[in-house]
């Protein structure tokens, strides 16, 4: 009896015991199926250094799928500190990250890399503080400029779009197809397989990092490489909740966000891009065309100005952003030497 009742003692005591009392548990919540290339490429490597950094200082649990966290409720979902680092695409809240959808103007050639770094440039300069201040960016996905693909082609200029239904995922790309007298649709990433298949839709504005994860080499067949906008998505914490951190627990953090680990991760994207692109060429019944560059140079000219000109309307100096975006560009593409 005394026995059992020394070990109830000390197995009270080590609950108690600074260790376990100072442990904390970061669930990260990506809402993507396991599966998706994200999580094996950036997710959960850079969840596994933090945590082999943390040692027994906390953890962070990584939890995959839309039931937890998905692309409407990211923002709710981690203030409600339902879980405490989420992943989000910011375009998917125009509303809410207005300044933030400068990355995804189009017409401005540059890696994922080089929009990781100017866009957390921006960032580091207080450029996007009135819609992310509440936030702790741990690092953000750059996502590169989408081309344009279409089911039953062919794709060799963007007037190739006239008449045809075609799934993009900003205002601006949704000026360009209507331009070209197409028809803009907003339908989600996850659902555009299936509008292609149904022929609701006849194409799409996309990178090449989706198709491998959704398939999306068996619905299209002519490709058209055309810097046509990019997105930023972002890993972050609110900014109480990485206040509350423990000492310990947020230089760890530290040690694992910021713009270096942005670019990195811009990299990993660009690698993945690449290996998107080399996947569909290599399907049977895929044509990847080039847009001519004149063609490009004239779009750039007569679109541009009006896209730009929508742009700062939309969003309060959006006209000052629009120049530090491109500047800040221009300094990222000279460092990674494009």
């Known amino acids: 009896m005394r026995n059992t009742l020394m070990a109830l003692c000390l197995a009270a005591t080590t609950a108690l015991s600074p260790i376990a009392a100072s442990a904390e548990k970061l669930t990260f919540g990506t809402g993507n199926v396991i599966i998706h290339p994200i999580n094996q490429r950036i997710f959960m490597p850079w969840a596994e250094e933090v945590n082999a950094q943390a040692g027994d200082t906390f953890e962070v649990a990584v939890r995959h799928g839309p039931m937890l966290v998905n692309a409407q409720n990211y923002v709710d979902r981690i203030t409600d500190d339902i879980v405490q680092i989420a992943w989000g695409m910011l375009a998917f809240k125009p509303g809410l990250f207005p300044r933030s959808m400068i990355a995804g103007v189009p017409f401005i050639s540059g890696s994922a890399e080089a929009n990781a770094m100017a866009f957390c440039a921006l960032h580091e300069a207080g450029a996007l503080d009135e819609e992310l201040g509440d936030f702790v960016p741990l690092f953000f996905v750059p996502f590169p400029q989408s081309s344009a693909h279409l089911n039953g082609g062919p794709l060799t200029t963007l007037s190739d779009l006239g008449g045809k239904k075609i799934m993009v995922g900003s205002p601006t790309a949704s000026t360009i197809v209507s331009h070209f007298?197409?028809?803009?649709?907003?339908?989600?990433?996850?659902?555009?397989?299936?509008?292609?298949?149904?022929?609701?839709?006849?194409?799409?504005?996309?990178?090449?990092?989706?198709?491998?994860?959704?398939?999306?080499?068996?619905?299209?067949?002519d490709h058209l490489k055309v810097p046509l906008g990019g997105a930023m998505g972002m890993v972050f914490m609110t900014r109480d909740r990485y206040d509350g951190l423990s000492d310990e627990a947020r230089a760890v953090i530290d040690a694992n966000r910021g713009c270096d680990v942005s670019r990195e991760m811009g990299k990993r994207v660009d690698q993945w891009e690449a290996d998107g692109k080399a996947y569909v060429a290599a399907q049977d019944n895929h044509t990847l065309n080039d847009i001519d560059p004149a063609e490009f140079e004239a779009l750039r000219d007569e679109l541009g100005p009006v896209i730009n000109a929508n742009f700062a309307e939309r969003v309060p100096g959006g006209a000052e952003l629009l120049e530090m975006w491109a500047a800040e560009m221009e300094i990222a593409r000279a460092a990674t030497g494009e």
């Open 181 to 221: 007298g197409g028809t803009p649709l907003s339908i989600v990433v996850p659902e555009q397989y299936q509008a292609l298949s149904r022929s609701t839709a006849d194409g799409n504005f996309m990178t090449f990092t989706a198709f491998p994860a959704f398939n999306l080499d068996e619905v299209t067949t």
